[in-house]
């Protein structure tokens, strides 16, 4: 196993700034845990947790009693919800988070992979390095509506495009398989099995898409005829 690999599968040897990101964007509040488990031989990262308001209480305790120091009692957990913003001010916290992310190593951008928030994923998933996309899509808290945006992008590396065909859990959703019939990364064979699940207007509008390869057009076409009989 590579050492990226080990890297990425292990947050008690996790960089700091990793630990600050995946506090300011976690999967979900199970993250705070283990991160907690994982490095309770270095008090730095624990004081990071105990002092950081968004983790839950049981966290917020046993962080201080690493410590020895009080748990604030009556504590209010501060929920990170994002609130209404403008154009420039979305872009720019994006812009911020990609900043850090580009400075990373690629093990440390698995690590966020694997357990960021979807913020993080929307970074990570145009990442030039493959692993790291690869490693977005086993994020447990991937949601539907964002497989269906890496589904419709051509520049998604083609196995990321197998990956999310191959999963049924995904392609149960008709938006999925649309996406990825309609993108030309997609390699015709796995295209194929999924044309004929498409709803007449779709298909109407894939046999005109000169994007997609000539193999997918015909046999669009093919279905248009059979479902016009």
């Known amino acids: 196993m590579s050492e990226e690999r080990l890297i990425g599968i292990d947050l008690s040897i996790a960089s700091r700034e990793v630990i600050e990101m995946l506090l300011e964007h976690p999967s979900d509040d199970s993250v705070y845990g283990e991160i907690l488990s ?68 690629i093990g440390e951008k698995i690590q966020l992979a694997l357990k960021g928030g979807k913020e993080l994923r929307n970074v990570l998933i145009r990442d030039p390095n493959k692993e790291v996309v690869m490693k977005v899509l086993e994020n447990p808290k991937l949601t539907e ?19 999310i065909a191959k999963k049924r859990d995904w392609t149960r959703r008709y938006p999925v398989i649309a996406a990825l019939v309609s993108n030309p990364k997609t390699p015709p064979g796995v295209s194929m099995p999924f044309i004929a699940h498409l709803r007449f207007q779709d298909l109407v509008i894939l046999e005109k898409n000169k994007n997609v390869s000539e193999a997918v057009r015909t046999a669009a076409k093919r279905y248009v005829k059979m479902r016009k009989k």
């Open 145 to 163: 509506s964002e497989v269906e945006m890496i589904a419709r992008n051509p520049s998604v590396p083609e196995e990321a495009l197998r990956y």
């Open 38 to 105: 994982a490095n309770r031989n270095r008090p730095d990262i624990v004081r990071m947790l105990y002092e950081n308001p968004a983790i839950p209480d049981d966290v917020h305790s046993e962080a201080a009693r690493l410590l020895s120091l009080p748990v604030i009692a009556d504590r209010k957990v501060a929920r990170i919800e994002p609130g209404p913003e403008d154009e420039e001010a979305r872009m720019q916290r994006t812009e911020n988070v990609l900043q850090r992310v580009q400075r990373l190593s």
